[in-house]
């Protein structure tokens, strides 16, 4: 009997429900189900333009005068891979407390589709799940990581957003209940 492999791209750490949501999608199948997880390490560059971005006008002023090496890149850097490692980790440790047996995680330092495609090919994966916010622009636009890794990938690719049951996804506007 071989794996059913499935590979997970998420955007933040699983929490209980996520996982419990996932390992329900797979109950019954004759094959042992094995997942693959995949997480974006958090972008230091972008923390740092997200965090200069949100100061106001007078704030923005003051800091005009401060040279970018006094900003600690690497402090910030190592921050964010602390972060993504620590979700990583509490990613699996759901999946597992849920009955889910997971064969291998990873931090995504390129782009994470780009990353998911390799992994669904090395592991021969069967299907994909990718667990995000809700991107709506990008949804829009068919430029979410769903959309770009169905043009990629010959196997299933379901979108499920973190954080939200089945039946509050299947309410919002694209869901079953939807227009």
């Known amino acids: 009997m071989a794996d059913y492999d499935v590979v997970l ?3 933040q750490a699983l929490s209980t429900l996520d996982a419990r949501q996932v390992r329900s999608l797979h109950e019954g199948l004759d094959d042992p189900v094995t997942y693959h997880v995949l997480l974006p390490l958090d972008d230091a560059a972008a923390r740092v333009e997200a965090s200069l971005g949100s100061l106001s006008g007078s704030e923005l002023l003051a800091t005009r005068g401060m040279p970018m090496s006094d900003l600690d890149i690497e402090a910030v850097q190592e ?3 602390e972060r993504s490692t620590a979700d990583l980790t509490a990613t699996v440790a759901a999946l597992e407390g849920a009955g889910a047996t997971v064969a291998s995680s990873a ?5 994470p589709v780009d990353e998911l495609v390799a992994k669904v090919r090395e592991v021969d994966g069967r299907e994909t799940i990718i667990l995000t916010r809700s991107h709506v622009v990008a949804e829009l ?9 169905r043009r990629d990938l010959d196997i ?3 979108h499920l957003l973190e954080h939200e049951s089945f039946d ?5 506007p694209d869901g079953i209940g939807g227009a």
């Open 141 to 149: 636009f068919r430029l979410d990581w769903a959309s770009k890794a």
């Open 79 to 81: 921050d964010c891979r």
């Open 156 to 158: 299933p690719v379901l």
């Open 107 to 111: 931090l995504v330092t390129g782009s």
């Open 168 to 172: 509050e996804q299947a309410a919002g």
């Open 9 to 11: 791209l998420v955007e």
